[in-house]
């Protein structure tokens, strides 16, 4: 639902705030800054505090002490050692490091901080905590599969639960870009293409990450990021333009982003692109205009990794001095790795340039949130050695884990009910580059979680199965490289088998931050691996890893089986195996629409019609909106997914008329008629025939997860009231029109399930 409301408070924060800047700077932030509660002690600190100390306190590195793939991300030679780092603490030049190693160099680090620096402010400690910090769960895209927002909030709150005992008081997560090409890389670290999935998603992990007392020791502060729109980079193209209209923006890019603050987010990260010509980093109608005056925001702004920096090679800052002066006066209250901060505020605000009290506000909220967050009661509350040894990879979390995988996988399809496969009486092939192995398994952007702990393909078949002499593992080939002799070895094993496992897709680094993909397929050799595996004629389910939906072809697309398994982390190959063999029924969604053609991209169910749509899926008409041979349809769409059991869709019922202050109830009727236990999930959408603005073809409005035993019905029911009808007019405020309204339940957005139609009437 839309807030319409502006409180006063958001009124005074917004195009009123510039004026009240003119007559009476200082007094007019004191009172933005005001509704953070500030500690009576803040003000009294700030005082004290030197500009260059203020600078610091705006200022975030990468540790130089860190380890394993924190070492990758944050290379030694790209900044000070560790000594040094812990001088420009004592110097108070630092608000705090990302991507550690651990309580061990939190600790030194927090105990320098309060014993030698002058003014004994403490450190804030963040890093990457994706999707787990020690056990891994599946990449945010796969759980957004899961349709359960409970499920993400409890994988936050785990991830919270170790990684706050290991130091962290800060994640740089969720992200909450809705992503809408997936030739994008980063479409693996949200929530997919829809907008209500994402707005539910992002309240849920707020929620998992900061839980309801920020002061727990096992609570950490979320970030949302990347504000805003950086999954509408133009083609897809990691850090590319973005130029969006303010509609679109606000209904399409925005809500994620507005859900995370009512969800009570305290920091919010910037984003690399530009909009329409301006770098987020130095947007103030973003930042300030938006993100603080109309949704009331209260925390701080963190930059990106060299985000200010950026804006030079965009073409909008002309040097470092001035990047860090539009950077901070267009609301990004603190810097990332590029030293901006605290190399030009000083000079900034002494030449007039900076409004002192703009750095002081600043100040106060970053000083506000450490007090929010605990440290000044006691700056070691998270960094215990022994905590974090003790909360690392719990039964509870690696149970956890196995839950999320099983809940994450999508059954595109499941011809002759090929799967689930028995445990016993079949010799089972695991062809392809992840059919075994201790690589690929947790999924890109982690920075803790060691792969040696996840359960590959093959240990959680052999697990399952009765005999485990009755699996073989043969490679066939690699991710992106034929192997010698690799074909002939997966035909044979193929030959001498039952059924085969072919376990082929995308590795890690083929997903996330700058693995865009110009053709969104399964790589050269692993589909001439498919072809000549499928040629035996031996039955085929595909085990499909990956990061984002792909464009299946040929004996992929043909196979009778496939699977969906995204990056499912630490129970990987158990996870899979539950599905495989019926121990789970497979209950996953798709959050991203699978094109039928790379070219389509970008593809996503909720279009816009054009004024020559074709009439029909089985006839492609001459000059109607279609790519040559193929209809302006996924091959699956958004929301499909199959269960183990045969799910029908019944009796629809919705009053003919919806009163402009009422309430309409819709409802069905969903049957198993098959014979095993399944979960559905029974989705609601909209259409708006005719209106102001065109509409998009379909909108998600409701979904249901239910459960229905073989032979079971449930009758399940949405209620629709205006407020779910709003849409961005030409004012671009929110509004809606009386008229006929198209309603679907369906089990995804391209399925007919039941259809009506309702009146939306005024007066």
Not at 430 to 436: D, E, H, L, N, R
Request: net charge neutral; hydrophobic share 45%.
């Amino acid at each position: 639902m839309l807030d319409t409301k502006i409180s006063r408070r958001a009124a005074l924060l917004g195009a009123g705030a510039v004026a009240a800047w003119v007559s009476s700077p200082a007094r007019a932030l004191l009172q933005a800054a005001a509704a953070l509660p500030v500690p009576a002690f803040v003000d009294g600190l700030i005082a004290k505090m030197t500009l260059a100390e203020k600078a610091g306190q705006l200022t975030l590195m990468p540790s130089a002490w860190g380890g394993g793939v924190a070492t990758q991300l944050n290379p030694p030679t790209n900044g000070p050692g560790f000594e040094q780092q812990l001088e420009e603490v004592r110097q108070m030049q630092l608000t705090g490091v990302f991507n550690g190693n651990g309580a061990e160099m939190a600790r030194r680090m927090q105990t320098v901080a309060m014993k030698e620096s002058r003014l004994k402010i403490p450190l804030l400690f963040a890093a990457d905590v994706i999707h787990g910090h020690r056990t891994i769960f599946p990449v945010p895209v796969g759980e957004a599969a899961s349709f359960e927002p409970d499920l993400a909030e409890r994988t936050a709150r785990m991830a919270s639960y170790e990684g706050a005992a290991s130091g962290l008081d800060w994640t740089f997560a969720p992200m909450v870009d809705i992503a809408r090409d997936q030739r994008w890389g980063r479409t693996m670290e949200g929530a997919g293409e829809d907008v209500h999935l994402g707005i539910l998603m992002s309240e849920a992990r707020v929620r998992g990450f900061q839980r309801p007392d920020l002061r727990a020791i096992d609570s950490m502060m979320a970030c949302a990021k990347h504000f805003a729109a950086y999954g509408a980079a133009e083609a897809g193209l990691d850090y590319n333009t973005v130029d969006l209209s303010e509609r679109t923006l606000r209904e399409i890019y925005f809500p994620p982003f507005r859900a995370a603050v009512n969800a009570g987010v305290l920091s919010f990260m910037a984003s690399f692109n530009e909009i329409s010509g301006i770098p987020s980093t130095g947007n103030e109608w973003l930042m300030r205009d938006v993100l603080r005056g109309e949704w009331g925001f209260e925390g701080f702004v963190v930059s990106d990794y060299t985000g200010d920096m950026e804006m030079i090679d965009h073409g909008f800052a002309k040097d470092s001095r001035e990047a860090a002066k539009l950077a901070f006066l267009a609301g990004v209250d603190m810097s990332m790795t590029s030293g901006f901060y605290r190399k030009h505020l000083p000079e900034l605000v002494e030449a007039g340039e900076v409004p002192q009290a703009r750095l002081d506000e600043s100040v106060r909220k970053v000083l506000a949130i450490k007090a929010a967050l605990g440290l000044f009661d006691d700056p070691f509350r998270r960094i215990d050695l022994k905590r974090e040894k003790a909360r690392s990879r719990t039964r509870a979390a690696i149970a956890l884990s196995r839950e999320a995988g099983r809940k994450s996988i999508v059954l595109l399809k499941n011809e002759g009910d090929l799967l689930p496969l028995p445990k016993s009486g079949k010799k089972i092939a695991i062809i392809g580059p992840f059919a075994s192995g201790k690589h690929d398994l947790n999924g890109p952007w982690v920075v803790y979680g060691g792969q040696e702990y996840a359960v590959d393909l093959a240990e959680g078949v052999r697990a399952a199965v009765v005999d485990r002499s009755s699996v073989t593992v043969t490679a066939g080939s690699g991710v992106e490289e034929a192997l010698p002799g690799g074909i002939d070895a997966a035909v044979a094993a193929a030959r001498a088998a039952d059924v085969v496992l072919l376990a082929i897709g995308e590795s890690e680094n083929m997903s996330g931050e700058a693995q865009s993909r110009p053709e969104i397929v399964v790589p050269a050799p692993q589909q001439a691996l498919a072809e000549a595996v499928a040629a035996v004629g031996k039955p085929v389910v595909i085990v499909l890893k990956n990061g984002r939906a792909l464009a299946l072809q040929g004996a992929v697309a043909d196979a009778p089986a496939i699977l969906v398994t995204w990056f499912l982390g630490t129970e990987s190959g158990n996870a899979t195996a539950d599905v495989l063999f019926g121990d789970y029924s497979p209950s996953g969604r798709l959050p991203s629409s699978f094109p039928r053609s790379p070219g389509q991209q970008p593809y996503y169910y909720a279009h816009k019609p054009t004024g020559r749509p074709n009439p029909s899926d089985d006839k492609l008409e001459p000059y109607k909106a279609h790519y040559r041979g193929i209809p302006n349809k996924a091959l699956y769409p958004f929301g499909h997914g199959l269960t183990y059991g045969r799910i029908e869709y019944s009796g629809l019922q919705v009053a003919p008329t919806l009163a402009w202050d009422g309430e309409l109830t819709v409802s069905a009727t969903i049957s198993n008629r098959g014979t095993r236990a399944a979960e559905e999930v029974v989705q609601l959408y909209i259409h708006d025939r005719a209106a102001s603005i065109t509409r998009p073809v379909r909108e998600l409005k409701a979904f249901r997860k239910i459960k229905l035993a073989p032979g079971a019905s449930e009758t399940v029911t949405f209620k629709l009231n205006r407020a779910l009808l709003l849409f961005y007019g030409r004012d671009d405020k929110p509004t809606v029109e009386p008229g006929t309204f198209d309603v679907w339940i369906a089990p995804s957005a391209e399925a007919e399930g039941v259809r009506g139609t309702f009146e939306l009437v005024k007066g």
